[in-house]
Structure formats: C-alpha cells, structure tokens
C-alpha cells in the first residue's frame, strides 16, 4: 500500500508568536514591571516546540513509513548545539578573564554551570548542585541560568523519538500488516479515506493522543509531588513536570488531524484553490487569534508577586495555558491560508509582518545571548524583591538612592537591541549554514559525531581555565537532629549527662598528658589557670544560629574555624564550644514569631523549601531551639523588618516586627537562652538608610524590655556584621578611604580581601573563613564580657581558649576593637504578647497608607523615620 505524503508548511504567524514570547522574556530579566510574570511565556516556548515537533515527525513516518532516529537527532544537533556551544565558550572565557573575586566557591559553581549547560543539563544542575532558586538571589545568578529551558527540551526531543517508534511499532506497523494482508485478499479500501489521510495514520493517532495524554497525567502528578518534597523552585526546573507542556502542543496537533477540513487548510496555501472562507467566518478566525495573542500578552502583566502566581500556576494554569496557547493560534494560520488578508484583519498582519516574524526566526540566538549580556553589562533582578506598589521600579538596587551605573532605560534598550542584533547576525551567519549543511548531509551519523566531539571540546576548554577550581564543603543544617519528642525532665538530665560525659573525657585526655609528660606551651599553662565561662556542665558552651542564607554559611564556615580549634582546647581546657546551625536557605525565621491569622498557612515560605512548607518551618525552628536549649542564640535574618510577611500572618508593619523580635526573644528565654546575638544586615544590600533603621529599631525594643532592679533575664546585643565588613561605615553612610559621592557606598576591598562579599551579601571562601572566625570572636567576648570572664579584650591573656586560638589561626588586619561590633542590653521578656500587640495596633493609621507605619511596641519605642532619598528610575508599565 503506498502512503500518501503530507507537505509540511511554514506558518508565519507561529514566528511572530515565537518573537513575542521572547520579546517578554528578555523584558522580564531585564526587570520591566510591564513583564513582572514574564517567566509564563517560557510554557507557551514547550507547547510550541510540543506541536512543531510532533507535527515533524509523525509527517515524516508518513511520508518515508519509518521512524528515523537518527536525522531526528541530527536534525535537533544542526539547530540547536552550534549555537549554545558558541555562548558557552564566550562566557566561560569572559567569566575567566574577569574573575576578580577571592571566593573558590563560585568558580566552581561556575565550572559546573558551563559544563552541565554544555551536555544539557542545566536544570539537573540548578536543583542537585548549585541549589539556585529561580525566583530568590540567594546567590549572584550564573550566565548558563537560562539554559535550563534548551536543557529540558533537548531532554524532551531525545525521549521524543522513541514514544513515536513505540506507538509505529505495536499499533501502526500492525494495522499496516493487516491491510497489506487484505490488499492481496482484493479487499483492500482506498488508500485514503474520507478524511483525506492515510488509512494507517489514525492507528498512530490514536496510540499518541493516548500516550501524550498519560504525559501530562503523570507531569501534573509529578509536578505535585515535586512541590511538596522539593519546593516550587525545582518544580520549575523539573523535566518532567515541564513534560507535560510539550506534550500539549503535541496533543493539539493529533487533535488537528481529526478534523479534516481543518487539516486541509492548515497545511494549504493560497495557491491550492480551496473554497473561499466567508466574511463571517474570517471574522471569527480573527477574534479567536487576537483572543491568543491577548492570552499570550496579559497574564506575563499581572501584576501580583511571584509567591501568589507560582503556586496557582502549577495548580491550575500551566496545562491549559500552553494547550489553548496552540490552539487559538490554529485560526491564524486558516486565516492566512487565503489571499489577500483583510484590511481589518490587523492582528494577522502585525504577526505576519516582517519585524515580528523575523523576531521569532532569530528567537534561539537572542535567548541564548541575552541573559549572559545582562550580567556583563547591567546587572540582574531580584523578581522576589518585586513591590506591588511598586511594580514599575525596574530592578533591585543595592543602596535606597539612585547610583552611578545603575541600569536606565537607555542601558535596557541598548541590552535589547545589542540581543537582537547579535542573534540576527547569529542566525544568518552561523547558525542557518551550519543548519543546512547538517540536513544535507546524507549520514546522520556523521552529524551526530561531529556535535559529540564539539561538546567534549568545549568541555576541554571549560576544564583546562577552572583547573583550579576547588568543590566547597557541603553546607548542613542541625535541623534534621532535631528530637521528635519535646523537652522534659528527662531531656534536661541527658543534656547535663552529656556534658558530664564531656568534661571526664577532657579530664581525662589531660591527665593522660601529663602523666605522659608533654610539653605543654606557655599559652597553654596560662589557659589551663583561666577561668572558663559558666555553663551546665561548666565545659560547654551551645551556640546556634538561626536565619537565612548568610546565616546557614556563616554557621558552617564557624563549624570548620572550630574544626581547627578543637585540639587546643581539648588541652587547654579551655571551654568546649559546639555549634548548632538553625539556618536555611529563604528561612523567614523572626517573622515565624508574628501572631498567626490563618493556621492552614502559617509557616508557609513562599518558595516552597520542604522544611518550610506549611507549619513545619515555625514549629520545627521553635522545636529545635526548645529541644537543643542552646546558651547563645545568634539571629541573621534579612527579612526583618523590612520583607513581606509569610501568608496566613498579619501585614508585616514595623509594630508586627516588633512583636515578631520580642515573641522570638520570650521564646528563647523561656528555652534557656543566656546570650541573644542579633546581626544586622550587609552595608551592600540594602543600604546605610535601611541599616539606620534597622539599629534604632533594635536599640528601641531591647531598651524597652531591660530588666528592673532585682529581675534577672538575657543579654541581648547587636552585633554590627555590617561594620565588620566595612570597617569605615557609619550610621549615615560610609565614609572611609576611597568614598564615593555618586554611590555613598563601601569598597569591595577589605581587610586586606579584594572582594569581602563576592556577591554583596554571602561569605566565602578565604575571606568568609576570616569573616567566621571573626564574628565567633565577637561572640565569645560578648559573652565572656556578660559572664565577667573578660575584663579588656586587647589582652590575648585574657580571652577564653578558644578566641585565643581564633585569634591565632585568623589574626585581624587592623586595630579593629571587638566592643565596636557589639551593644549589650540587658532584657527580661516578658510573656505579654497581646497586649503589646494590641496597643500596637491602636496606634496604627486609620486608614491604610503607602506610606511605612509609624507605630510603637510601649511608649519609648517609635518607628525610625526613614531618610530621604531620590526616587528611584522608572521603567513604563
């Protein structure tokens, strides 16, 4: 039975849908408000990629009666590794020759980055190795980010082929045979039925609209169970959750097929003499297109912030946003089919027109070249910083003012032009020969060869300039120590048991050593004679650190300075310091303290990390500090005051974070906790206004809460880590050596490290070991200052064993003094959260106002009022 071949068609107006999606792609990193959800569009990219590629294949087995793995391979290399392997190596030798940074961690991530993007498996990377979280800079963002989107394509199109053979296989091939049988029994129909296809193709059909179906049953459930074990973020990356949005385009094209008519004038000309469309009927055609294109343009303009959009979209929006996507793009290619096109139908002309459709030509090049231009030449947004009364500021800056070199709109339409212009002359000039010559080329084979061998080159390259990157140590969280079972009686006996335990082991290594006669140094003598900070077990002292991402770092990288330590106290017998890390990652751990308004919400984060979902993040952060009962608690958090409270809590004013900070303090009290440490943020980010702010704040409320005569409670104190990492920094700015007017911001350069913060915000590397040891010194004078153990701090004499070891192994650059770093309050909070809440409230506006609430905890603690500042740049909406 011979088959009747299917002439595949360009469509025009699916170029000029390809160009638009990009288009809002590029607006969207760029940080346009106009784009604030732009990252939908990249759902209409799959579904688009889902029919074109259906369409492709199942045309081809009908017109050669085989499934040709691989020239669909080929194919796939010709078009889409030329130019990914171009951008990779220009990143990775412009990110070479301009490192300028001390922090090894981030050249390794960024060796990873190049070299998963290279084998397509950006988004395995982004989940299972850099940890990245899409929508949150917890880390500067890699130029091979974007990549993950080719990444789950190329993964799609190399499982493509075999769903296609399988179905040609065991429902195609069979229903072949059997009419093959029949034409030689003469009972044979005609090759092609009423519906104009070959009679085997509705076996195949039928077989792929089931299997696409299951596709999409299986990513729905699969994007689901991401969410609730992995969180929102890798969702977003997953390959199979953003399975079932190729799979929709797919779906539509078998649906197309059914309708025979439909399929006639899709796949026609205007030279093909096919019946005249009515006026009526054009018209139809042309509402239902603008109705595409409108549902392809508005939802990317929502404005509401990324936590609300996010979770509906993996619930309800993401399948039928790519499946009608395609299918109300059908009406303007049945629009096109017949000459001349109305002078009313100005939708199908605009997406016809030469501009638009050229965009969508040139779509993969500009994709590929304008994320990696944004980073070299502007600098990327922070979309979970996003203000919905604010949603025309185009990007996050790092101070309140305006600054030299922050992104205009001149720099935004010279990134989009530079993108477009690049991926034109991409296009024609490399990426469509290199094309054409790998669908002339009569051995697949060869093809698929060569691209093999021009990835392992790359890879090459990649390897031999990061040589020296270094793997960083594995960053651990105590909460997973966490008992199940709360604190008693008998959980505070084991406590004191351990540390018993503890000290006979150190007793007892120190009689060891001495009837063994060691030469014990002078330092250690006069720390064997120093008298040790009270605890317990009179050996032990707990510190914990709760918070976010610095804080979770800063735990780890204390961990590897104690590490280093542990021998000399042992010892010395010096006091035993064990440190429990509490932070994490997007952790908005003081404002799980806010009174809950909703319980099925309270404790949600709005990116989903597992251990925050639902009431998980509050019960198991106030859990492990009730159950570990440490003596220090040290608290780095940047979302407070400032950031948005989690869903189900009352609106985060500044009264609300108040009572969130003296909530979290009454709990730690109450958990023995001796020692309350609350870092301010980084100088970097978000600027001296914000940190002015943020120390009248505190120094208010911890005033407020001092102990009466007679009362005994808590230190708490205020440890300055902006001050640390810029020395020169004050209250109204900075001003040091090499100051500068137009930004009013500090060097990067400091005690004696290039690059203090390499992304402005997270320690690292050496600089971060330096940093850790430092602030843990900090720490221990304040505590040993509060205990009467530490009268003068200059005196190394004086300082517990510990610090001295510190001090050694990690000596300062400067004459810095310790006291600098630290305000010392002495508090006793007190179990009255609702009646400070509710004077709170009544001194509150009236009336909602744009404007930061003015309110006080107690008479004493008012609000800050913020400087002034210029207003910042504003991009159109």
């Not at 990193?29 to 074109?52: E, K």
């Amino acid at each position: 039975m011979t088959a009747k071949a299917t002439a595949r068609k360009h469509h025009p107006h699916l170029d000029g849908i390809r160009g638009i999606c990009v288009l809002i792609v590029v607006l969207y990193h760029l940080g346009f408000g106009v784009a604030r959800n732009g990252w939908l569009c990249i759902s209409a990219f799959f579904s688009l990629s889902g029919f074109l590629i259906t369409g492709i294949s199942v045309e081809a087995y009908e017109r050669e009666r085989q499934v040709n793995l691989l020239r669909f391979w080929a194919r796939r290399v010709g078009r889409l590794l030329p130019a990914l392997l171009a951008v990779v190596l220009l990143a990775a030798m412009v990110a070479w020759f301009t490192n300028q940074t001390d922090d090894e961690t981030a050249v390794w991530f960024l060796k990873w980055d190049f070299l998963t993007a290279i084998f397509y498996m950006e988004n395995i990377n982004a989940v299972y190795v850099r940890g990245d979280n899409y929508f949150a800079a917890y880390m500067k963002p890699s130029p091979m980010r974007h990549v993950w989107t080719l990444s789950i394509e190329e993964q799609y199109y190399f499982a493509w082929p075999f769903i296609l053979w399988f179905c040609v296989r065991f429902f195609a091939r069979r229903q072949e045979e059997e009419e093959n049988a029949k034409d030689q029994e003469g009972q044979m129909p005609p090759d092609s039925d009423e519906k104009g296809l070959p009679q085997p193709d509705w076996c195949l059909l039928r077989a792929l609209a089931i299997c696409l179906g299951l596709v999409i049953v299986c990513s729905y459930i699969s994007s689901h169970a991401t969410v609730a074990s992995m969180g929102l973020s890798a969702a977003y990356y997953s390959t199979w959750s953003r399975a079932g949005d190729f799979a929709c385009g797919g779906l539509v094209y078998v649906l197309l097929r059914y309708l025979p008519s439909v399929t006639r004038r899709y796949s026609s000309s205007p030279d093909d003499n096919l019946p005249a469309m009515s006026a009526g009927y054009r018209l139809v055609l042309e509402l239902l297109f603008a109705l595409d294109i409108l549902l392809l343009i508005l939802p990317p303009m929502i404005q509401k912030p990324i936590e609300v959009v996010l979770p509906f979209y993996f619930t309800y929006f993401r399948i039928p946003f790519g499946f009608f996507i395609i299918v109300l793009s059908v009406p303007g290619a049945l629009q096109a089919s017949q000459e001349p096109l109305p002078a009313w139908a100005l939708v199908s002309r605009v997406m016809r027109s030469w501009v638009v459709r050229m965009m969508g030509t040139i779509s993969y090049g500009v994709y590929l070249i304008h994320w990696p231009l944004i980073l070299w030449l502007s600098q990327p947004v922070d979309h979970a910083k996003f203000d919905a009364a604010d949603t025309a500021t185009t990007h996050a800056a790092d101070s309140e003012q305006p600054q030299a070199g922050t992104p205009s709109m001149a720099t935004d339409v010279m990134l989009v032009s530079l993108s477009f212009g690049i991926g034109y002359a991409s296009y024609w000039f490399y990426e469509k020969p290199i094309m054409d010559f790998a669908a002339k080329c009569k051995q697949p084979l060869q093809v698929i060869a060569a691209g093999g061998a021009a990835m392992l080159l790359c890879a090459g390259v990649v390897l031999v300039l990061y040589k020296g990157a270094v793997k960083p140590e594995e960053e651990k969280t105590d909460f997973d120590s966490v008992p199940e079972a709360d604190v008693g009686e008998a959980g505070r006996l084991q406590r004191i048991e351990a540390k018993l335990d503890g000290l006979m082991q150190t007793m007892q290594e120190l009689t060891t050593a001495i009837a063994e006669k060691k030469n014990l140094s002078a330092d250690h003598l006069k720390a064997l004679a120093m008298p040790t900070l009270p605890s317990i077990a009179s050996n032990a002292l707990t510190i914990a650190i709760m918070g976010e991402s610095v804080g979770n770092r800063l735990a780890n990288q204390i961990r590897t300075t104690l590490g280093k330590c542990k021998k000399q106290v042992t010892l010395t017998g010096g006091q035993q310091v064990n440190m429990l890390n509490f932070a994490k990652e997007g952790c908005i751990s003081t404002l799980y303290f806010i009174p809950c308004q909703q319980t099925k919400l309270c404790g949600a984060h709005k990116y989903g990390k597992n251990i925050w979902n639902h009431t998980a993040g509050e019960l198991t952060l106030k859990k492990g500090i009730a159950t570990r009962r440490p003596d220090v608690l040290v608290v780095k958090d940047v979302n407070w005051p400032s950031a948005a409270s989690p869903s189900g809590r009352s609106k985060n004013t500044l009264p609300q974070a108040i009572v969130a900070l003296r909530n979290l303090l009454l709990h730690s009290f109450s958990s023995g906790v001796k020692h309350f440490f609350f870092m301010t943020n980084s100088p970097f980010q978000p600027g001296p206004t914000a940190i002015h702010q943020d120390l009248v704040l505190k120094r208010q409320t911890f005033q407020h809460l001092k102990c009466r005569p007679g009362e005994t409670g808590m230190t708490a104190s205020i440890l300055k880590w902006h001050l640390l990492v810029c020395p020169n920094f004050n209250e109204t700015g900075y001003r040091g050596p090499r100051f500068n007017e137009s930004t009013n911001k500090c060097p990067r350069e400091a005690h004696g490290f290039k690059s203090i913060l390499p992304d402005k915000r997270h320690p690292s590397s050496q600089a971060g070991v330096w940093l850790g040891a430092q602030l843990l010194a900090a720490i221990l004078a304040g505590v040993g200052r509060a205990t009467g153990v530490i009268q003068d701090h200059a005196n190394l004499e004086s300082i517990p064993a510990v610090q001295h070891c510190l001090w050694k192994a990690q000596k300062p650059d400067s004459t810095q003094s310790l006291w600098d770093l630290l305000e010392t309050f002495s508090i006793c909070p007190k179990p009255e959260p609702s009646k400070l809440a509710k004077k709170l409230a009544e001194k509150q506006p009236k009336k909602p106002a744009k404007k930061p609430a003015t309110a006080a905890a107690k008479p004493g603690i008012t609000a800050p009022k913020p400087a002034e500042a210029d207003p910042k740049p504003v991009k159109g909406t």
